[in-house]
C-alpha cells in the first residue's frame, strides 16, 4: 500500500466534509487504518464536529461497508452513538427511509445499543414486515436491550424459527427483558434441543432473579437428565441466593426433587440447611434414597449442635443409607456422638457388625479410632478387616492403626488375612458420590470381583480405552459427562454382548431409560442396590458363577 500523506488526508477529510461529499469522505474514511494514531485522532475530532445530519449518515455507511474498520476503531462508533443520542429524531428518520440492508443493521444495532425507546415501534414494525434474516436478528437484540417488554410476544415466536440464529437470538433478547413472562416462553422451550437448553439455563443462571432462580428450580423435577443436571451444577454455582428456594422443595414429597434438592444443598454447604434437612429425618422419609441423600449433604454440613441425631442413620435397614450417615458422624464427631455409638455396639452382635462394616467401608477413620478401645468393635474389626474386607480398605486402615500407635492389633490383621481367590471379573463403577463408590467396592470384592472405580466420567472412559473391563455400572445423573453419554461413547467401542453396562440411577422416567436403553444400556437398576441386585444382574447377563450369589442375603 502506498504511503498516505497525513497532511493530505486531513486536508481532504475536511474538504468533503464541507462539501458533503459523502462518497469521497466515506473513501477517505476507509483509509484511517492505514495513518498513525496522531493523525486518527485529527480525523475523528473533525468527525465529532462536522453537522450531525452529514456526519451519522456517513459513519453508519463506513461500519455498514467496513465492520472490521468499526471493530478496530470503536471511536467511530463511539461518536455515532454520541451524535444519535443527541438528534435520534435523525437515526429513525433514517431507519424509516433507508432500504439498504448492510445500512439498516447497523441503524437496528445502534438503535439498541444506545436503549433508543422512541424507536421500539419502527423496531416492532420492521420485526412484523421484513424478511430479512439479518435485519431480523439485529431487531430481535435490539428490543432486548432496549427492554421492550411489549415485544416478548413477538420474540417468543422466533424461539421456533427454522432459523437456529434467530432462535439464539430470541433466547438472549428474552434474556435481557428478564421479565417472568420471558422467562416462562424461555422454559416451555426447554427439551427440544440440548444445546439450546443449555444457553437458556445460562440465560436463567446469569440473571439470578427470583424468577430466574424459579425456573432453575423446575428444571430439578425436569423428565430430561442433561436439564436436571445443568440446573443442579447452576444452582450450586450461584450459592446463597439458591438456598431459600431449595429448601422450600424440602416440604414437597417427590423423592427425586428431594434428592437432587439435598445434593445441591449439600454441595452449597450454606449452614442454614442443616435444621431443614433434620427435619426432613426425622419425619422418616419412606424412600431410601432420600435418606441417602440426606446424611449425605449433612456430611457436607457442620451440623454440630444436634449431631446425635446422626447416629440414628446407622441402624438403618438399607446399607447406602448406613454409610452416608457414618460419614456425616466421621466429620461431626464428638462426645455425644462417642457415647452413642459405644451403646450401639454395646446392643448386640448382629448391630456390632452392622456398625463396624458400616465404618470400616466407609473409610470413617474418626469413628474408627473412637470406637477401636471397644472389644465388641475391636474384635468384629479385625474379624472383617481379614476376611472379608478388600485390600485396599484393609490396607488403609492397617496404616491407620500403626500411625496412631495400634502396632500389635495391626499386626495381627497382617498376620491373619485369609487368601482368597483371585478376582475373575474386572467391574468399573462410574458415580459421582464417592459414598457409593466405597459401597461398590465392597460389595463387588464380596462377590469375587476387581472393582475400579471413577468419581469423574471422564477418566473411566479413559480407562475404557487403556484397560478395558468387563463390565460397567454408571450411574445417570453425573455432571459434564452424564451416564447417558457415557453409554453412548462405549458403544462406539464395545457392543452388548462384549462390555455389558447396568445404569443404577435414582431415577425412574420413562425418558430416562427409554434414552438409556437407546444409548446401549443393556439394564437398568435402581438404587439403592445390594449386593445380591448386583450379583444377579452380573449373573443375568453371564459375567458371574450363580455360585457366587450363595450367602448374599
Given amino acids: 500500500m502506498p504511503e498516505i500523506n497525513a497532511r493530505d488526508f486531513i486536508e481532504e477529510l475536511r474538504f468533503d466534509i464541507r462539501e458533503k461529499d459523502m462518497i469521497k469522505a466515506k473513501l477517505v474514511l476507509s483509509k484511517i487504518g492505514a495513518v498513525d494514531d496522531s493523525v486518527r485522532k485529527m480525523a475523528l475530532f473533525e468527525l465529532n464536529r462536522a453537522d450531525d445530519a452529514f456526519t451519522i449518515p456517513l459513519i453508519v455507511n463506513l461500519v455498514a461497508e467496513h465492520r472490521d474498520l468499526a471493530r478496530s476503531y470503536p471511536q467511530l462508533k463511539e461518536i455515532l452513538y454520541a451524535k444519535s443520542m443527541y438528534h435520534p429524531d435523525m437515526l429513525l428518520a433514517m431507519l424509516t427511509r433507508e432500504v439498504k440492508r448492510e445500512n439498516r443493521v447497523v441503524l437496528v444495532e445502534v438503535a439498541g445499543e444506545i436503549r433508543l425507546e422512541e424507536g421500539t415501534p419502527q423496531l416492532m414494525g420492521i420485526l412484523n414486515e421484513d424478511e430479512d434474516e439479518l435485519v431480523i436478528k439485529a431487531v430481535i437484540a435490539a428490543l432486548g436491550m432496549i427492554g421492550e417488554t411489549a415485544a416478548t410476544t413477538p420474540i417468543s415466536e422466533y424461539l421456533y424459527s427454522g432459523s437456529l440464529e434467530l432462535t439464539i437470538a430470541a433466547i438472549y433478547a428474552l434474556g435481557q427483558l428478564a421479565t417472568p413472562t420471558a422467562f416462562q416462553r424461555l422454559a416451555e422451550k426447554l427439551g427440544a434441543d440440548s444445546d439450546l437448553d443449555i444457553m437458556i439455563m445460562d440465560v436463567f443462571t446469569a440473571d439470578q432473579s427470583p ?36 429448601i422450600s422443595n424440602l416440604l414437597h414429597d417427590d423423592p427425586d426433587l428431594l434428592i437432587h434438592t439435598l445434593n445441591v444443598l449439600g454441595e452449597i454447604a450454606d449452614e442454614s440447611a442443616i435444621v431443614p434437612i433434620r427435619k426432613l429425618l426425622h419425619n422418616e422419609p419412606k424412600d431410601a434414597n432420600v435418606r441417602f441423600a440426606a446424611y449425605e ?194 458403544r462406539r467401542q464395545f457392543d452388548k454382548t462384549t462390555l455389558p453396562i447396568v445404569m443404577v440411577t435414582t431415577q425412574n422416567e420413562t425418558q430416562d431409560n427409554e434414552a438409556a436403553v437407546e444409548a446401549g444400556v443393556n439394564a437398568i437398576l435402581h438404587k439403592p442396590f445390594t449386593a445380591e441386585d448386583l450379583g444377579k444382574v452380573m449373573a443375568d447377563l453371564g459375567k458371574l458363577p450363580e455360585s457366587r450369589l450363595a450367602g448374599l442375603k
Wanted: charged fraction near 25%.
Fill in 211 to 246: 424468577a430466574a432462580i424459579e425456573r432453575l428450580n423446575e428444571a430439578l423435577s425436569s423428565h430430561f437428565a442433561h436439564l436436571r443436571n445443568a440446573a443442579k451444577q447452576r444452582m450450586r454455582d450461584m450459592g446463597g441466593k439458591a438456598v431459600p428456594i431449595l
Fill in 297 to 490: 449433604a449433612l456430611g457436607l454440613l457442620p451440623v454440630e449442635k444436634g449431631a446425635v441425631a446422626l447416629a440414628q442413620g446407622l441402624s438403618d435397614p438399607v446399607e447406602n443409607v448406613r454409610a452416608a450417615a457414618a460419614a456425616a458422624i466421621d466429620r461431626n464427631y464428638n462426645t455425644m456422638l462417642a457415647a452413642g455409638l459405644k451403646n450401639l455396639i454395646r446392643a448386640g452382635a448382629k448391630e456390632t457388625r452392622q456398625v463396624t462394616e458400616t465404618v470400616l467401608n466407609a473409610g470413617c477413620e474418626t469413628i474408627f479410632l473412637g470406637l477401636l478401645e471397644e472389644a465388641p468393635f475391636q474384635t468384629c474389626a479385625v474379624d472383617f478387616l481379614c476376611r472379608e474386607a478388600h485390600p485396599d480398605v484393609r490396607a488403609h486402615f492397617v496404616g491407620l492403626m500403626e500411625k496412631n500407635g495400634h502396632d500389635s492389633l495391626a499386626a495381627r490383621v497382617s498376620e491373619k488375612v485369609c487368601s482368597g481367590a483371585s478376582p475373575s471379573l474386572k467391574v468399573f463403577a462410574v458415580d459421582d458420590s464417592k459414598m457409593i463408590l466405597n459401597i461398590y467396592r465392597g460389595i463387588l470384592h464380596r462377590l469375587g470381583c476387581e472393582p475400579k472405580l471413577f468419581e469423574f466420567p471422564a477418566e473411566a472412559l479413559k480407562a475404557v480405552k487403556s484397560e478395558p473391563p468387563e463390565f460397567i455400572f454408571t450411574d445417570l445423573n453425573m455432571p459434564h459427562i452424564n451416564g447417558l453419554e457415557l453409554i453412548r461413547e462405549v
